[in-house]
Nanobody
Framework: QVQLVESGGGSVQAGGSLRLSCRAS????????LGWFRQAPGKEREGVAS???????RYADSVKGRFTISQDNAKNTLYLQMNSLKPEDTAMYYC?????????????????WGQGTQVTVSS
């Protein structure tokens, strides 16, 4: 059973930075894809960034150049470095895992989810 636990959310002013972490346990796939998603109130959950077992990455257009996804395999931890934050980045952020290595930003591709961490960006 894969367990994912996010941390690092908080409140920040526009232009600021945050780094989200997602600690994974019970994960033993040699090929995989890990992703970050977010959901704002009243909106659908959207894919933000993904990274696979090869280290390849994919980003949503809305965060390209501002967010960086990375992983530390020794620590079984996924990160999302968020810079130049905007009020529209305000959302609950979730990490997710898939046993397939294709870089996909659709939530249906992932079968394990964390509980989420809140990010609030004020103007």
């Amino acid at each position: 059973q894969v367990q994912l636990v996010e941390s690092g959310g908080g409140s920040v002013q526009a232009g600021g930075s945050l780094r989200l972490s997602c600690r994974a346990s019970g994960y033993s796939y040699s090929s995989y894809c890990l992703g970050w998603f977010r959901q704002a109130p009243g909106k659908e959950r959207e894919g933000v960034a993904s990274i696979n077992s090869d280290g390849s990455t994919r980003y949503a257009d809305s965060v390209k150049g501002r967010f960086t996804i990375s992983q530390d395999n020794a620590k079984n931890t996924l990160y999302l470095q968020m810079n130049s934050l905007k009020p529209e980045d305000t959302a609950m952020y979730y990490c997710a895992a898939s046993p397939q290595s294709y870089l996909v930003l659709r939530q249906g591709w992932y079968n394990s989810w964390g509980q989420g961490t809140q990010v609030t960006v004020s103007s």
